[in-house]
């Protein structure tokens, strides 16, 4: 529908440009006669004659035409100039792409030489452009990488720079050059920090920069320093070979304290005395250990001249590292020379030796020797925790305590055989490396520690024993007498209140009394017994045959309170009636029982079979 119109439209343009034309071509024409017209007129005028104004006719037509083909040379000239930019433009665009590593430029087609030549022309300053921004920023790159070099001792980056660097390349490029700056702080932080410690050092061995490299590190510029990867090297060496000899200095301090702390003690020294050498009791400068090595020279001297009381304090000090070490009476007996009490020279030297020994066996199996000392402190609080566990006071407590005991029993009761275990792999070890077995007071440790689990379990077993001897016992003794009345003392049951203080029945005052006691020893009456009328113990029902109390794997059964306090108000209102002059045996409707047919206990009640049975048998 619209390609008719576009090709009208097209006919119509092309048809107007060729009346244009054709109008600018009449009118040049025309133009050019009116001015030939216009020439013969002057020519006529001033009368020159037909020969002459055909020869100027002549010279205004070659002129004319020379215009003309001046006209035509110049924009001949134009169209080639324009040909060969826009063939020096692609060979300059083809050129730069490929130094670009970018597609090459491809022209709209149908495009006059004017516009081709602009395109192309734009293209390539703006390739160009690009062209000289990655080569600066190339240069720049390469500027840092070379300040990096110089500083790190590291060789170049690898690129061609006789070359456009692609984006790729510069990118990589960019990226090591920011992986060289922060190898360069890391190196110069690491280089500062340990400059820092190597003067530390050197202020405390009192040592000054004696090799080209110490004084590079320590008086040249900090800036100026290399920070090459051999250069850190050197400073780590420097730095341990300075921390060796300061930590070979802090321990000969360290012994000479100790030695100087050690004679003070046994040479019974003040603590006066001490203050004053107390500011070279720390540090380890040349001069704090020159004080140090002047101060025990004068000790040692003292120590000849007081030598009976510094062995004494040596073998105090033996005997506490017997202790520690758990040697065994004739372990301390093997010394000899401790047992001596001619005080020499030659005995202080065999005690140094000894207590030195002491303390350098020690301190090889010191987790040994904590490890036992650790299971001894345990399994002491472990028996000890066991023995309130059976207390049966325990239960009076009421501050939680209970409860944070049994969890700490549990607690070492798992704990004790975990560290009897790792105990046992590190005894092995010990046995395997020096040969010999290890002991503890003279016996094997794991034998000691079977042994007191057996001796716990026979005390336990043992324990156990006595409680039932003493459970047989007392119900031997309860089938034989009678058990006794225990009345709670605080809990309080829902029922009749017994009496508390003073009640008065019938006018007559009468002792409260527990609900289980008898008032045979309060009133001097007479009562007959009738233990066939009594209720039954069990709390049976009627008609039920009556068991005999004997001893068997159940408890014989009790009345309840509220059973029992009923009786007994029965009992005290029986005997209130006795009192006031009534009979001894009282009828009523619901019971007719005598005083005592009331069951108060059971001892009561088992004495009376054993009575009735004895006098059956005298009658018979």
């Known amino acids: 529908m619209y390609l008719p119109h576009g090709r009208n439209y097209n006919n119509q343009h092309f048809t107007l440009d060729i009346v244009r ?7 040049s024409v025309a133009c050019l006669n009116g001015a030939l017209s216009h020439l013969q007129n002057i020519w006529e005028e001033i009368g020159i004659p037909e020969d002459q104004r055909l020869q100027r006719t002549e010279v205004v037509k070659k002129h004319i035409k020379d215009l003309l083909d001046m006209m035509i040379a110049e924009e001949e000239h134009l ?3 324009l040909k060969k930019s826009i063939d020096m433009c692609h060979s300059e665009l083809d050129t730069v792409c490929q130094e670009l590593n970018v597609t090459p430029f491809k022209p709209v087609h149908d495009s ?17 452009k690009e062209k000289k921004e990655r080569l600066q920023e190339l240069k720049c790159l390469r500027e840092k990488d070379e300040d990096f070099c110089d500083i790190l001792c590291i060789t170049p980056y690898s690129i061609d720079t006789d070359f456009v660097p692609s984006i790729n390349q510069l990118d990589a490029y960019r990226q090591y050059i920011a992986s060289l700056n922060e190898e360069k702080e890391r190196r110069w932080a690491e280089f500062v920090n340990i400059k820092k410690q190597i003067i530390i050092c050197m202020d405390e061995l009192d040592q000054l920069p004696e090799t080209s490299f110490e004084k590079d590190v320590i008086c040249e510029d900090e800036e100026a320093f290399c920070l090459s990867n051999e250069n850190i090297l050197g400073l780590n060496t420097l730095l ?29 020294f003040s603590q006066e005395e001490r203050d004053v050498f107390a500011v070279h009791m720390t540090g380890s400068r040349a001069t704090t250990m020159r004080a140090l090595q002047t101060e025990l020279v004068r000790l040692e001297e003292l120590k000849l001249q007081n030598m009976k009381n510094v062995i004494e304090a040596i073998r105090q000090e033996m005997t506490f590292y017997w202790e520690k070490c758990f040697l065994s009476t004739e372990q301390r007996q093997a010394f000899a020379p401790y047992y001596d009490e001619d005080c020499s020279e030659d005995l202080l030297q065999l005690h140094e030796l000894e207590i030195n020994r002491l303390k350098k066996y020690y301190q090889t199996h ?15 609080l472990y028996l000890a925790l066991e023995n309130k566990a059976s207390d049966p006071n325990r239960f009076t407590n009421r501050g939680g305590n209970l409860l944070k005991e049994e969890k700490q029993r ?11 275990e790792e105990l046992k792999v590190q005894i092995d070890a010990w046995e395997q490396a020096n040969g010999s077995q290890f002991q503890v007071n003279g016996q094997n440790f794991i034998a000691y520690v079977e042994e007191q689990w057996e001796l716990h379990r026979m ?18 003794e309860e089938m034989l007498y009678g058990s006794s009345s225990k009345t709670p003392s605080k809990r309080r049951f829902n029922g009749p209140n017994t009496p508390g203080k003073v009640r008065k029945l019938n006018g007559t005052s009468i002792s409260s009394a527990t609900p289980n006691s008898t008032l045979r020893s309060t009133f001097a009456v007479s009562v007959c017994r009738s233990p066939i009328s ?11 045959s009556l068991r005999t109390p004997g001893r068997s794997a159940t408890k014989p059964p009790r009345f309840g309170l509220n059973e029992r306090n009923k009786e007994n108000v029965s009992h005290l209102n029986g005997i209130g009636m006795a009192m006031s002059g009534a009979s001894t045996s009282i009828t009523t409707p619901q019971r007719n029982l005598s005083i005592n047919s009331v069951a108060t206990t059971y001892s009561e009640f088992a004495k009376y079979l054993i009575k009735k049975k004895s006098e059956h048998t005298l009658l018979f």
Do not use: H
């Not at 010191?366 to 002491?380: A, D, R």
């Not at 549990?410 to 009897?420: D, I, N």
């Open 112 to 128: 006059t030489m004017l516009q081709l030549e602009k395109e192309l022309r734009t293209q390539l300053e703006v390739l160009i």
């Open 79 to 81: 169209r080639e100039r």
């Open 459 to 476: 005390e336990k077993e043992r324990e156990k024993q006595d409680r039932q001897l003493k459970k047989n016992k007392q119900i031997e």
């Open 240 to 268: 341990q070979q300075l921390e060796i000899r300061r930590a070979q200095n802090e321990a000969k301090s360290s012994e000479l304290r100790d030695q100087i702390v050690n004679l003070w003690n046994r040479l019974q």
């Open 366 to 380: 010191q987790e040994l020797f904590e490890g036992v000392c650790k299971w001894e402190e345990n399994w002491k």
């Open 21 to 27: 034309k054709f109008i600018l071509a009449t009118e």
């Open 410 to 420: 549990t607690k070492l009761y798992k704990m004790l055989p975990k560290l009897e």
């Open 534 to 544: 009594r209720p039954p113990l069990s709390g049976c029902k009627p008609g039920q």
